[in-house]
């Protein structure tokens, strides 16, 4: 006879004689589920006859009983390694088989978001960038670059270095000094200050004044304004339309100071740069 679990429909060839009228309870050795077989009647024939139930030597000396020979027929193929247990021989045997509860799932670890990632990855790109661009500008220093002093570099040309006396409604005369200061720096510069200087004939200092770099006084202004208003203009901290606030390296700026009330006895003049920032 062909018994089938009723659980995992694994199916084997049971002997009709080891099953009694009232019929017994099996195990499935496959999914060790507990079931009840039945005598078949008579008139139903088995549902294939070909099958038999492969018990190991043991099961079978337990049951008293010797090996079933072999089926001429042609066998079904069932998995060799699953048999029925005949052991529960107790009608009565309270059989309860209870499914394994499967342990939770862990639970899922939250996905991290890129974006925080990309984020603070675009604002390094965007620093790097400026960086570069103010470096390339003057306004970051050189890495490495050391210290600067404001003034260093700062250099007068003395090519272009001239004095002159010229008419003022105001009082008479006055001398006006004019040059350029030359940025010879690797950075810019800004509010370059000249100090321009009166000498006798010794080259003792005899009468200075300073000025900004980037006001040039127009000749009518300096023949017509009076010492405050040449004096004002001279010190516009920014010069002419913003020339002395940013002065980039190899570039040159001119500059112009107005000495009132020279002395007797003056026989030279200079122009040093006295100050500057960097910006």
């Not at 309860?96 to 939250?110: D, G, M, Q, R, T």
């Not at 002093?149 to 001398?175: C, H, M, Y």
Request: glycine fraction near 6%; charged fraction near 30%; charge should be positive.
């Amino acid at each position: 006879m062909i018994v089938q679990c009723e659980r995992c429909q694994a199916r084997y060839r049971l002997d009709d004689s080891m099953v009694p009228e009232t019929g017994r309870k099996v195990r499935c050795s496959k999914c060790r589920h507990v079931f009840m077989v039945q005598k078949p009647t008579s008139s139903a024939p088995p549902e294939e006859e070909s099958l038999d139930v492969r018990l190991d030597e043991e099961e079978l000396a337990q049951m008293g009983q010797e090996e079933s020979a072999p089926s001429s027929e042609p066998q079904e193929a069932f998995e060799p390694t699953v048999k029925i247990d005949l052991s529960m021989m107790q009608e009565d045997l309270d059989y309860v088989e209870e499914e394994e509860e499967l342990p939770p799932p862990p639970p899922a670890k939250p996905r991290r978001s890129l974006r925080p990632v990309a984020f603070v990855g675009g604002v390094i790109v965007l620093l790097a960038v400026a960086a570069v661009v103010l470096w390339r500008l003057g306004i970051l220093p050189l890495p490495g670059a050391g210290t600067e002093a404001p003034t260093a570099n700062l250099i007068i040309d003395q090519d272009r270095l001239d004095g002159r006396w010229e008419k003022n409604a105001q009082v008479s005369r006055i001398f006006v000094v004019k040059g350029m200061v030359v940025n010879r720096s690797k950075r810019p510069r800004a509010f370059i200050k000249v100090e321009a200087i009166l000498m006798d004939r010794s080259g003792k200092p005899v009468r200075k004044t300073w000025a900004y770099c980037g006001n040039l006084i127009p000749l009518r202004d300096l023949r017509t304004k009076g010492k405050g208003a040449i004096e004002k203009y001279m010190k516009k901290r920014e010069g002419e339309r913003g020339s002395n606030k940013r002065v980039l390296p190899g570039a040159s700026i001119p500059f112009m100071a107005v000495f009132f009330d020279v002395p007797q006895g003056v026989e030279s003049y200079g122009a040093k740069v006295v100050g500057a920032v960097i910006p």
